[in-house]
């Protein structure tokens, strides 16, 4: 089954502790990209990832870090994560837009997401 | 400032009756458009797209609108079932922009009434 798997699901942690958020997809996508969830806001990309070792930032960026060392996996580090980091984070992954030229839909698939507390 | 937005944060109908929901867009460039469908504690599910060469896209009950002088799309739902009722959100995409960024609006809630 087609997937994008996040962990944890849900977690709170304290002001500048590090943490990580795991994302995996088993779709052999070369583009992912993390997303954060505030209300009123919508969906927001914090990081994304063309290829294997080729990161970039997004809209949100401050406060987050990535790596693509593999290509099924992308975690969102948070070094010193603080109270406005509070958010529901979503992992996406998708294909390349060339396929999108060929009548191929290029639809980013979605974790489940992971509810961050940051007391 | 966002440029893709849904200015109705809900929406209530009546089981069996069409649910429309709006979006607007500010970028000219962008020429990829898409819903996706959120329930509570899950992450958004891709639901149906339309291409800017492209004014109408039917996926059995689900329709999508593209007016590109407006920069508005719609999506309407006939018949709406209670099934149904969850949070829509209208992403788009620019093919200038690094392949497959997706900007998406703030979201609409749909109720659907039995």
């Known amino acids: 089954e087609a997937q994008v798997t996040q962990n944890p699901r849900y977690l709170i942690t304290v002001t500048g502790k590090k943490l990580t958020v795991t994302c995996s997809q088993n779709m052999n996508h070369e583009y992912m990209s993390w997303y954060r969830q505030d209300p009123g806001l919508g969906l927001r990309q914090i990081y994304y990832?063309?290829?294997?070792?080729?990161?970039d930032k997004g809209d949100v960026p401050e406060g987050y870090k990535v790596s693509r060392k593999e290509k099924r996996n992308f975690p969102l580090i948070l070094e010193s994560p603080s109270p406005n980091q509070t958010s529901l984070y979503f992992c996406?992954?998708?294909?390349?837009?060339?396929?999108?030229?060929?009548?191929?839909?290029?639809?980013?698939?979605f974790g489940q997401g992971t509810r961050l507390t940051v007391v | 400032d966002q440029q893709v937005k849904q200015n109705s944060p809900s929406l209530s109908v009546q089981e069996g009756r069409i649910s429309i929901l709006n979006c607007d867009y500010t970028?000219?460039?962008?020429?990829?458009f898409l819903w996706y469908k959120k329930y509570p504690a899950e992450g958004p599910t891709f639901l149906i797209s339309?291409?800017?060469?492209?004014d109408k896209n039917e996926d059995g009950r689900f329709t999508v609108f593209l007016n590109k002088s407006a920069k508005h799309l719609s999506l309407h739902i006939v018949p709406s079932q209670p099934g149904d009722s969850a949070v829509y959100f209208c992403a788009a995409s620019p093919r200038w922009d690094n392949f497959n960024k997706f900007y998406f609006g703030s979201g609409t809630k749909l109720n659907v009434k039995p």
């Open positions: 970028n000219s460039m962008f020429d990829y």
């Open positions: 339309i291409s800017s060469i492209k």
């Open positions: 996406a992954s998708s294909t390349r837009q060339g396929k999108r030229d060929r009548g191929q839909n290029t639809e980013a698939f």
């Open positions: 990832s063309m290829n294997v070792e080729v990161t």
